[in-house]
């Protein structure tokens, strides 16, 4: 079993960044792709960014990229999501998720909120 936990949520104006990070427990974290998504008020969740368990593929949802960043370090058993230039259409909660199998996410933290103003 993976716990998850998200931190560095905030309340920023636009334009302005952040750096989301999900921490895992246990050991087998290098073995597990990993996700972010999130969820506005009102709307479905939706993917924002994932990673490889190794790291070396990566992609970005339409909305985000060139903006946002997913990293992971593996020895921290962490994934981060730099977000630059945010926006207010950013606001939502994102939680991160572990995936044995891509696609496959069964692992979720408990999400982080992040809103933009105006």
């Known amino acids: 079993q993976v716990q998850l936990v998200e931190s560095g949520g905030g309340l920023v104006q636009a334009g302005a960044s952040l750096r989301l990070s999900c921490t895992a427990s246990g050991r087998t974290f290098s073995s597990y792709a990993m996700g972010w998504f999130r969820q506005a008020p009102g709307k479905e969740r939706e993917f924002v960014a994932r990673?490889?368990?190794?790291?070396?593929?990566?992609s970005y949802a339409d909305s985000v990229k060139g903006r946002f960043t997913i990293s992971r370090d593996n020895v921290k058993n962490t994934v981060y999501l730099q977000m630059n230039s945010l926006k207010p259409e950013d606001t939502a909660v994102y939680s991160c998720?572990?995936?044995?199998?891509?696609?496959?996410?069964?692992?979720w933290g408990q999400g982080t909120q992040v809103t933009v103003s105006s």
């Open positions: 990673i490889s368990a190794r790291g070396s593929l990566i």
């Open positions: 998720s572990a995936a044995l199998v891509p696609g496959n996410y069964i692992y």
